[in-house]
């Protein structure tokens, strides 16, 4: 089969040709429809995040269709469309799993991180962390909704209070997750790089009452601000655009340093705080709520042997909703 190789750091993935994974126990064999290029396979192929599986195919918003089951997979059957995330595998014994925190596991694995993921024609994945695809979405569509969707969702839970939200960085999570905020009736302030007025107009096409530069101040204070953008200078900036008792989540897996700033930033029972990966009840919640809003991604397709091209458009910006490989 067809892959997307990443072997070394600095150099760019490689097209090669590959044996196809067999299932294994618990797992099913997946012939990938689209996979999502997220930030996080930027991580990895930049080296921001440590230790990645090497040779790796990278790729965690996969959507495919079931085309055989290993032992003991009985959950989909052939034909079946599912969905397969960042998270791949967790223990299910530690003390963060058993109490319904399985993001948190040591031991979890990672797709596209970890182990393979969906930068190919096939892949394999544990059945227990698949999730069937709402069937009003296209494949291609679908795909953001694996890891942008799903950690936007999970930062968005963080601040269900928030009448005024604020997001930082307008990428593929944040036109999503504006989307269920608009439809719950919440004011989105979106904040994008300075000057980026293509960017502002996108995100007020999808409900943001307003939209400026990251440096900027919003009109009001806001109840609470997501970051989805991996720069730490944003932190002390949002913290100056919420109110007191105002929340900032850092929602990405990575960050730069975050600057010193005066303990009165904080005060007033400000907070910061991060999500990590996602659980398998997030997913079974956004994927009912989605189709309901109804999100509706913005996608720009590329062939699998264009993913450098992708990434580095990802990378300098270039992308209005969610890049999207298609083998």
Request: contains cysteine; positive net charge; glycine residues 10%.
């Amino acid at each position: 089969m067809r892959a997307m190789l990443f072997e070394r750091l600095g150099q760019p993935l490689r097209v090669a040709e590959i044996k196809p994974p067999a299932p294994g126990a618990g797992q099913v064999l997946v012939r990938v429809l689209a996979c999502g290029v997220c930030r996080t396979d930027l991580h990895v192929v930049d080296g921001e995040l440590p230790k990645p599986k090497l040779p790796l195919v990278p790729g965690h918003e996969i959507v495919g269709e079931v085309v055989a089951q290993g032992t003991e997979a009985l959950r989909f059957k052939p034909g079946d469309r599912v969905g397969i995330p960042w998270l791949a595998w967790t223990c299910g014994v530690c003390p963060y799993c058993r109490a319904g925190r399985e993001n948190l596991c040591e031991q979890a694995r990672f797709t596209g991180y970890t182990v393979d993921g969906g930068y190919a024609e096939y892949t394999v994945a544990d059945q227990r962390f698949c999730f069937p695809i709402p069937a009003v979405y296209q494949s291609v569509e679908a795909a953001p909704l694996l890891c942008a969707g799903l950690i936007g969702y999970r930062a968005f839970s963080k601040i269900a209070h928030a009448r005024r939200l604020g997001i930082y960085g307008f990428g593929a999570a944040a036109h999503i997750i504006a989307q269920v905020a608009c439809a719950q009736g919440r004011e989105v302030y979106a904040f994008t790089r300075p000057g980026d007025v293509a960017g502002q107009q996108f995100a007020k096409s999808l409900g943001a009452v307003w939209a400026g530069g990251s440096v900027e101040l919003p009109p009001v204070p806001l109840d609470a601000a997501i970051i989805f953008a991996p720069v730490g200078a944003l932190v002390p900036l949002a913290l100056k655009a919420v109110t007191r008792g105002g929340n900032v989540v850092c929602a990405g897996i990575h960050m730069s340093n975050i600057p010193e700033f005066p303990y009165e930033s904080l005060w007033m029972e400000r907070s910061i705080c991060s999500v990590a990966n996602l659980t398998r009840r997030d997913g079974d919640e956004f994927l009912r709520i989605a189709p309901h809003v109804p999100v509706k991604t913005t996608v720009q397709p590329f062939p699998l042997s264009d993913a450098n091209e992708a990434l580095a458009r990802l990378r300098a910006g270039q992308i209005n909703g969610a890049a999207v490989l298609v083998p």
